[in-house]
């Protein structure tokens, strides 16, 4: 039986407010002893599931490109050296801002084959509305020097269903993306919890929720 093997890195720079996953801001000086704690039950898991290859790695979060690279590095190095198996692939989730030359090359001489890409919006004001922290134009960008230094497998995510979000807004992210042209496209209706710090602002009248006929619009466009 081939086998999966999901890593979750859980710390972000912020936390956005629509979030209810294990995610954690302001907490960079617990990643030493977080990473200690994950090797360790990497080396566990390992033992325990030896006969199991071992086909693909996904780090997710949180931020998993907001960790130093010499940390990824140590995670990846010890997961592949002791879980059996060929990984033929190896995904990373980044933020926009996170990604620069340094950080492209550290991934590719880890032996990390697939980018998968937080950009949720092509719209400046709906990326404000999620509380995200980087714009469009970075978004695009990113990706474009992703391509360039050779990541032929990217994927990116998008919502729909935000509050003020247009139906000519879901278009021209669809646009966008239609001339990107990414390798897989991920597409989330936005879903809130009671306890985030969004769905307080609704219940509180300070935030408007998408209308759901709006909502199911866009999802057939998908």
Same mark, same amino acid.
């Given at each position: 039986l081939d086998l999966s093997l999901y890593i979750h890195i859980p710390f972000c720079q912020t936390k956005c407010p629509y979030c209810d996953f294990n995610t954690y801001a302001k907490i960079e000086?617990?990643?030493?002893?977080?990473?200690?704690?994950?090797?360790k039950e990497l080396l566990l898991w390992s033992s325990v599931l030896k006969p199991h290859p071992i086909r693909t790695i996904f780090f997710g979060g949180g931020?998993?490109?907001?960790?130093?690279?010499?940390?990824?590095?140590?995670?990846? $190095? =010890?997961?592949?050296?002791?879980? *059996?198996? $060929?990984?033929?692939?190896?995904?990373? *989730?980044?933020n926009?801002?996170?990604i620069e030359d340094a950080n492209i090359n550290g991934f590719m001489d880890m032996g990390i084959n697939?980018?998968?890409?937080?950009?949720?919006?092509?719209?400046?004001?709906?990326?404000?509305?999620?509380g995200r922290t980087h714009f469009a134009d970075t978004a695009i960008n990113c990706y474009k020097k992703l391509r360039d230094k050779g990541f032929d497998n990217i994927s990116l995510d998008l919502m729909y269903g935000i509050p003020?979000?247009?139906?000519?807004?879901?278009? $021209?992210? =669809?646009?966008?993306?239609? *001339?990107?042209?990414p390798d897989h496209l991920s597409l989330y209706c936005l879903?809130?919890?009671?306890?985030?710090?969004?769905?307080?602002?609704?219940?509180?009248?300070?935030?408007?929720?998408?209308?759901?006929?709006?909502?199911?619009d866009m999802y057939i466009l998908c």
């Open positions: 000086h617990l990643m030493p002893s977080y990473i200690d704690a994950l090797c931020t998993p490109s907001y960790l130093p690279a010499d940390d990824l590095k140590r995670i990846l $190095d =010890l997961a592949t050296k002791n879980f *059996e198996g $060929d990984t033929s692939e190896i995904t990373i *989730e980044v926009p801002n996170d697939r980018i998968s890409m937080g950009t949720q919006s092509f719209q400046d004001s709906i990326l404000k509305t999620l003020y979000q247009t139906l000519k807004d879901w278009k $021209d992210s =669809l646009k966008i993306v239609s *001339e990107l042209e879903t809130l919890e009671k306890h985030t710090p969004m769905q307080r602002m609704i219940d509180m009248g300070e935030l408007e929720f998408a209308d759901d006929d709006l909502a199911a």
